[in-house]
Structure formats: C-alpha cells, structure tokens
C-alpha cells in the first residue's frame, strides 16, 4: 500500500467503474487511483486463469520461465554473463575487421619514426645547431674581423689603441704629484689597458679555436639540411620534430595496445568460461527441478479426471547457447494410460487443456503473491464427479 501511495488500513476496497463514454476511474479505499496502481494491489490479492490461459503453455518464454520459477533458479546471472560474453565476441570481431587498417597505419608509423630516429633530434638542439651552423658559414669573416681588430687594439704601432692608452698612462703618472686629481684618472686607465691586453688575449684564443675544418661544416651542414628536409616533408617548423617524433611513437604504442588481438581473445575466452559455469548451474537446477514439477502436476491431473495421464518437463540441450541457458524446455503430455508424452498443444482437447492449466497453477499456486486464485470457464466441457472436483 505504502509503496502504491496510499495509507495502510484494516480493510481493503478496490473499485472501478466504467462510464457509457468508456471512460474509467479507479479507488483504493475510496482514495482515487490509476488503472495501474489498481492492477499492481489487485496481483497481490488474485491470481486470474483466462478460459485461454494453456496458450501459454506452448511458449518457450513462458515454459521457461515457469520452470525457473518453480526451482527458485535466477536467469538473469547468465543473462549478464551472456551478455559480457557477446560484447566481448563483438571485440574480436571488429579487431580482426580492423587489423589490416591498423597494421597499414602501425606501418607508416614505424616508417615516419624510423626516418626521423635517423636524425635522433634533441629536445633543444635545433637552437644551438642552427646557431652554430650560421657561425661556421661565416667563419672566414669572423677571422678577418679578430684580425682587423687585433691590429688596432696589439700592435707596437705609435697608432694602435694599446700603444695610445699606455702613452696616455705615462703621461698622466708624470703629472701626479702637480695634480692630485690625475692619480684617479690613471686608474681608470691603467684598468682600461689591463681590460684591452684581456680582449687580446681572448681573441688570441679564439684564432687558435675557431674551426676552419672545412670537413666539421660539411656534416653540420648534411645536419641542418636533414633537420630542413624533415620538417617541411611533415609541414612542421624544425623546432617542432621532437614533439612530432614523441607523439607519432605514443600513437604508434596505443594502437599496439588497441590492436593487442590475443588480450582480446583472452578475454573473449574469460567471458566465455563465465557464461558456461553459469549456464551449467542453471541446467543443473532445472534439471533436478523437472521431475519434481512434473509429478506435481501429474498427481493434480489424476484429480481433475485425467487418470493415467501423465506430464513431463522435457529439457533438451539447445543446439546454441542463448541468453537463456543451454536448454530447449518444452511439456510434454500423456492424456491416456499407455500413451507416449508429446507438446502439449498437439494432443489435448480444448477441455483437457483448460484442465492441465488448472493442474499447472494448482501445482505451482505457491510461487504467486495472490492468496486467491480465479479460474475463467475452466468448468468448461466436464461434469460428473470431474465438474465437482473442479468446483
């Protein structure tokens, strides 16, 4: 009650109407309701038995789920396993569809990198490369400016810079003790001749170092042109080769693990194994539930005027697995002492049918939530002592 929406009371009054117009309205205690909340209280208290109710019978859904019902089995664990287990299969199938477009795609991945690992560029090496490159291009120029230079600034020339700042020197010392003021000057000077002979010094050095091998520039020059080649070949500035090399090998590493067919397929086989051990469990049940369920309802036909019939719970192995386990189910059906058991919809009467369905909900009464069960003509076709059993 409290779930439909309405308060628990000692006594329970459903009721509905129908207008001329076909129009419907429903109360539960006189509390107005949907069709629907009135349905889902009327199934807990009836249990109602159409004259057309064996047509379900012959139903695998409904025999099924009959049975399953009966040996309080739970489908709906090799439902979920049957289910992983075709998604998994769904993996294999589109890995192998999609091995030759990644196989051809991992190609030209190696290929691009194995091109660009022939360079092996660094980080930041196209900076201090291309820096280096422009130096060496420039070498014989930068000579001759260290030359000019040392020409002015170290020779013994009454004109060089050197010969001119230490005459300036000398000149100042000489008038120190007349002007205080000088001593400061000479200072400056004498620091300003110590920084020159440092210049020199430095571009003595440099003279001897500079590298006029004409070998060095030909492979730094092989370099930069290889650095050049590459990034216009991929449309990409030089600096930008490291980054496209670290992410051609990251994308050419997810598609290994995408295309990793064997995981796949052991996964595949994981699932498989699941469903299995499932669906075996379920078999088991219903298979140790079958006769059970059958003698139950061969004893209620013996009181319904079918003496010597006989009903049975076949279960078969279902050529292919399914959603529902490895079983076929079907009821199979004896009227007669003496006869062979065949479906139920091929050899019974219409009485005799609305008889077994009587059997069947009187057997299987204890599995419903409804204390009260309704059966709609089932009186049908029979009188005697079978119409007062049935009574």
Same mark, same amino acid.
Request: glycine share 6%; aromatic share 4%.
């Given at each position: ?18 207008? &001329?117009?076909?129009?419907? #309205? !429903?109360?539960?205690?006189?509390? /107005? @309701?949907? +069709? ?131 005459? &300036?020197?000398?000149?100042? #010392? !000489?008038?120190?003790?007349?002007? /205080? @003021?000088? +001593?400061?000057?000479s200072e400056t000077l004498e620091a300003s001749l110590a920084q020159t002979d440092e210049t020199v010094r ?190």
């Open positions: 009650m409290e779930e439909s929406g309405f308060e628990q009371e000692d006594g329970l009054l459903l009721r509905r109407t129908i207008d &001329a117009q076909g129009k419907s #309205r !429903a109360w539960v205690n006189g509390t /107005p @309701a949907t +069709a629907t909340q009135l349905r889902t209280l009327g199934e807990h208290l009836l249990d109602i038995h159409g004259q057309h109710a064996w047509q379900s019978l012959v139903r695998a859904d409904a025999i099924r789920a009959l049975l399953d019902a009966y040996a309080g089995a739970s489908p709906a664990a090799v439902q979920a396993c049957w289910t992983a287990w075709r998604a998994a299969q769904a993996n294999v199938i589109q890995a192998h569809a999609a091995q030759e477009t990644l196989q051809r795609e991992r190609e030209r991945l190696q290929w691009q990198i194995a091109e660009v690992d022939k360079l092996a560029p660094g980080a930041d090496e196209w900076d201090s490369l291309n820096a280096q490159h422009t130096r060496m291009l420039h070498t014989q120029e930068l000579q001759d400016t260290v030359q000019k230079v040392l020409a002015v600034l170290d020779t013994e020339s009454p004109t060089s810079a050197r010969t001119g700042l230490a005459r &300036a020197l000398d000149l100042l #010392r !000489a008038r120190e003790h007349l002007e /205080p @003021a000088f +001593a400061e000057l430095s571009l003595h050095a440099y003279q001897r170092h500079a590298d006029l091998n004409p070998r060095s520039l030909e492979e730094t020059d092989a370099r930069v042109t290889l650095w050049m080649s590459l990034a216009r070949r991929y449309k990409r500035s030089p600096e930008e080769l490291p980054a496209l090399l670290r992410t051609w090998r990251e994308e050419l590493q997810r598609l290994d693990n995408a295309a990793d067919l064997t995981a796949l397929q052991e996964a595949e086989h994981r699932y498989a194994k699941a469903y299995l051990d499932a669906a075996r469990s379920l078999s088991q049940t219903r298979a140790k539930a079958a006769p059970r369920l059958s003698r139950s309802i061969t004893a209620a036909m013996q009181e319904l005027g079918m003496v010597g019939g006989a009903f049975s719970v076949q279960l078969k192995k279902s050529a292919e697995p399914s959603a529902h386990g490895l079983d076929e189910i079907a009821f199979l059906v004896a009227t007669h002492p003496g006869m062979t058991p065949r479906p139920i919809g091929k050899v019974a009467s219409g009485g005799e049918l609305s008889r077994i369905s009587l059997a069947i909900a009187v057997a299987t009464s204890a599995l419903g939530n409804a204390g009260t069960l309704i059966f709609d003509e089932v009186d049908a076709g029979v009188g005697g002592a079978v119409a007062a059993t049935v009574g």
